[in-house]
């Protein structure tokens, strides 16, 4: 009797364990996932050319051979390059969601003498052809295996659109035709005309991109074409897209079509756009509306390999836009607000001098903007890029400090690469902006105890803001000034979430009041320390050798 006993009480047992560990497997797969929202997106910006050489067979064409100054030739870096690096899950670990990488169209084949020595187009901002990629940067079948692999780990794919001007003139670059561009006069920016009707720089053709002429295409780009066997593929595609669109054959129009190509064939998820005030206003509304219907097309024909119903996105470049002047932008005679005209997100200037301003100022400002006068739309956060000479931490000195204050304020944060390992940006023997450019210090990563701890801090927020698009797009909220707590809120549709910031905080023992985020008895996990402790009477007690808790609800 009793061994039946025992076999009855050992399959009621087991029958509960299944039942305990089917509920357990239900709850953990009915847990919402997290979506992916542009306005709190953490968006990786590299120079193609120095982040990673992945491909060394392409490292020299067109006879690119001569000298250049320091820092200003090719170095190697492609996009087989950064898809590796995709592959390692290096983003992965930085809680990267996007890549926005330098121009990778063909570039022009010779250097130019800037006065710092022969320069090449290594940055890709000289475009000699817009239909065709430059082979130091790989292949077009390497751009489609990199956004196939991206979209494998959840990255989104920028690339960095220059409709403005085209490459420097040259003894084997020829001029595009003067129905395209103009050579002068040289802005002055003293009003809208001579800021969008002028050269940036001698020597920088300008596209009349406020033209209505139709104009036929450059001879010499005929004649590359026809080298290469797609002049006729080329030109009816052209036709197609006029005859659709009904716009006039005008030079903004072709650049258009051809920047907009690589969303219909490969689908991309965004464009920075460069030198966005620099042309008018009109030319982006056109861009975006092109944009949006190639991105439209893309998601129609690859039904399987659509993400979400995310739209597709847009950063412009209006050199000096600072957040506190809200929508508008001021050339002196005439404000013009860019997120009407073609812009999901403008690039915030203005964020490296705030970043000087302690925690609060920050954090409340940057939310109280977005969630109010731009609203539905965001800017995108730096510290330090492949041209702002005057960087927060030009010395890398406040890595650590650089790393809180970009990646817990609300907005988009933009991480230059090397930002998370403390690239150093003063080269000696550069002149201008190529001290910015150094190519990715990845032994650095490998063998540098203070280079890892550095990385491990950017990695541990990178993720807790991934994890959590309330802290790029959600409400502040500051809850203690001292110690300094604050709680981030995001809501949208059916999908919530809270977190619970501690900043500077004593090392060792804490006991912090969370009652405003969290309800007694909810187990509560620190991002940082990957601590779980519960929450009593309104407070948490948690002991790390840490000055920082990134609570989020187990």
């Given at each position: 009797m009793k061994k039946y006993t025992r076999l009855l009480l050992l399959l009621t047992l087991s029958f509960f364990t299944s039942c305990t560990t089917t509920q357990s497997v239900s709850v953990k797969n009915s847990k919402k996932k997290v979506p992916f929202v542009w306005e709190a997106a953490s968006v990786y910006f590299l120079m193609t050319d120095r982040f990673n050489n992945g491909d060394k067979s392409n490292d020299v064409n067109f006879d690119r051979t001569k000298t250049a100054g320091k820092l200003r030739g090719f170095e190697g870096g492609d996009i087989k390059g950064i898809t590796k690096k995709i592959d390692e899950g290096y983003f992965d670990k930085l809680g990267i969601n996007a890549i926005w990488f330098t121009p990778i169209v063909e570039q022009i084949h010779d250097a130019v003498d800037e006065g710092t020595g022969l320069s090449y187009a290594f940055h890709g901002y000289w475009a000699r052809d817009w239909t065709a990629l430059d082979p130091n940067y790989g292949?077009?079948?390497?751009?489609?295996?990199?956004?196939?692999?991206?979209?494998?780990?959840?990255?989104?794919i920028v690339l960095d659109g220059v409709i403005n001007h085209t490459g420097p003139v040259t003894e084997v670059d020829v001029a595009w035709p003067n129905y395209w561009v103009r050579t002068s006069p040289v802005c002055d920016y003293k009003n809208y005309q001579n800021t969008t009707e002028c050269t940036l720089v001698a020597n920088l053709p300008d596209i009349r991109?406020?033209?209505?002429?139709?104009?036929?295409?450059?001879?010499?780009?005929?004649?590359?074409?026809?080298?290469?066997?797609?002049?006729?593929?080329?030109?009816?595609?052209?036709?197609?897209?006029?005859?659709?669109?009904?716009?006039?054959?005008?030079?903004r129009y072709y650049i258009i079509k051809w920047l907009t190509d690589y969303i219909t064939e490969y689908g991309i998820d965004g464009y920075r756009a460069d030198t966005v005030k620099h042309t008018e206003e009109s030319v982006w509304a056109d861009f975006k509306t092109q944009s949006d219907y190639a991105f439209a097309?893309?998601?129609?024909?690859?039904?399987?390999?659509?993400l979400d119903n995310n739209p597709f996105y847009t950063i412009a470049e209006v050199y000096n836009y600072n957040i506190s002047a809200g929508k508008n932008f001021d050339f002196g005679d005439k404000k013009v607000n860019y997120f009407e005209n073609g812009f999901n997100n403008m690039i915030n200037f203005e964020f490296k001098q705030d970043a000087q301003k302690d925690y609060e100022f920050i954090f409340s400002k940057y939310s109280t903007i977005l969630n109010g006068e731009l609203k539905g739309y965001s800017v995108l956060n730096y510290l330090s890029s492949h041209d702002d000479g005057s960087p927060f931490d030009a010395k890398r000195t406040k890595s650590i400090e650089a790393a809180t204050k970009l990646l817990l304020s609300p907005g988009v944060a933009q991480v230059y690469y090397g930002d998370e390992?403390?690239?150093?940006?003063?080269?000696?023997?550069?002149?201008?902006?190529?001290?910015?450019?150094?190519?990715?210090?990845?032994?650095?990563?490998?063998?540098?105890?203070?280079t890892k701890k550095t990385l491990a801090h950017w990695r541990?927020?990178?993720?807790?803001?991934?994890?959590?698009?309330?802290?790029?797009?959600g409400v502040h909220k500051e809850i203690t000034a001292q110690p300094y707590s604050f709680s981030r809120t995001y809501a949208k549709g059916d999908y919530k979430d809270?977190?619970?910031v501690g900043l500077d905080l004593p090392i060792g023992r804490k006991i912090l009041e969370v009652s405003a985020v969290f309800a007694d008895g909810t187990r509560v996990r620190d991002a940082y320390s990957n601590q779980v402790v519960e929450v009593k009477k309104g407070?948490?007690?948690i002991k790390t050798d840490y000055d920082i808790v990134l609570l989020e609800k187990r």
């Amino acid at each position: 009797m009793k061994k039946y006993t025992r076999l009855l009480l050992l399959l009621t047992l087991s029958f509960f364990t299944s039942c305990t560990t089917t509920q357990s497997v239900s709850v953990k797969n009915s847990k919402k996932k997290v979506p992916f929202v542009w306005e709190a997106a953490s968006v990786y910006f590299l120079m193609t050319d120095r982040f990673n050489n992945g491909d060394k067979s392409n490292d020299v064409n067109f006879d690119r051979t001569k000298t250049a100054g320091k820092l200003r030739g090719f170095e190697g870096g492609d996009i087989k390059g950064i898809t590796k690096k995709i592959d390692e899950g290096y983003f992965d670990k930085l809680g990267i969601n996007a890549i926005w990488f330098t121009p990778i169209v063909e570039q022009i084949h010779d250097a130019v003498d800037e006065g710092t020595g022969l320069s090449y187009a290594f940055h890709g901002y000289w475009a000699r052809d817009w239909t065709a990629l430059d082979p130091n940067y790989g292949t077009k079948a390497d751009l489609a295996n990199l956004v196939k692999k991206a979209h494998a780990h959840g990255i989104r794919i920028v690339l960095d659109g220059v409709i403005n001007h085209t490459g420097p003139v040259t003894e084997v670059d020829v001029a595009w035709p003067n129905y395209w561009v103009r050579t002068s006069p040289v802005c002055d920016y003293k009003n809208y005309q001579n800021t969008t009707e002028c050269t940036l720089v001698a020597n920088l053709p300008d596209i009349r991109t406020e033209s209505t002429q139709n104009v036929d295409l450059p001879p010499f780009l005929i004649e590359k074409w026809k080298k290469e066997g797609r002049y006729e593929q080329e030109t009816t595609e052209l036709d197609a897209f006029f005859k659709r669109t009904g716009y006039p054959k005008t030079p903004r129009y072709y650049i258009i079509k051809w920047l907009t190509d690589y969303i219909t064939e490969y689908g991309i998820d965004g464009y920075r756009a460069d030198t966005v005030k620099h042309t008018e206003e009109s030319v982006w509304a056109d861009f975006k509306t092109q944009s949006d219907y190639a991105f439209a097309l893309w998601k129609k024909n690859n039904p399987t390999k659509v993400l979400d119903n995310n739209p597709f996105y847009t950063i412009a470049e209006v050199y000096n836009y600072n957040i506190s002047a809200g929508k508008n932008f001021d050339f002196g005679d005439k404000k013009v607000n860019y997120f009407e005209n073609g812009f999901n997100n403008m690039i915030n200037f203005e964020f490296k001098q705030d970043a000087q301003k302690d925690y609060e100022f920050i954090f409340s400002k940057y939310s109280t903007i977005l969630n109010g006068e731009l609203k539905g739309y965001s800017v995108l956060n730096y510290l330090s890029s492949h041209d702002d000479g005057s960087p927060f931490d030009a010395k890398r000195t406040k890595s650590i400090e650089a790393a809180t204050k970009l990646l817990l304020s609300p907005g988009v944060a933009q991480v230059y690469y090397g930002d998370e390992s403390a690239r150093s940006l003063v080269i000696e023997g550069t002149q201008g902006d190529a001290t910015l450019r150094s190519f990715m210090n990845w032994d650095a990563i490998k063998v540098n105890s203070e280079t890892k701890k550095t990385l491990a801090h950017w990695r541990k927020l990178g993720k807790f803001r991934k994890n959590h698009p309330a802290i790029g797009a959600g409400v502040h909220k500051e809850i203690t000034a001292q110690p300094y707590s604050f709680s981030r809120t995001y809501a949208k549709g059916d999908y919530k979430d809270q977190v619970f910031v501690g900043l500077d905080l004593p090392i060792g023992r804490k006991i912090l009041e969370v009652s405003a985020v969290f309800a007694d008895g909810t187990r509560v996990r620190d991002a940082y320390s990957n601590q779980v402790v519960e929450v009593k009477k309104g407070r948490i007690k948690i002991k790390t050798d840490y000055d920082i808790v990134l609570l989020e609800k187990r």
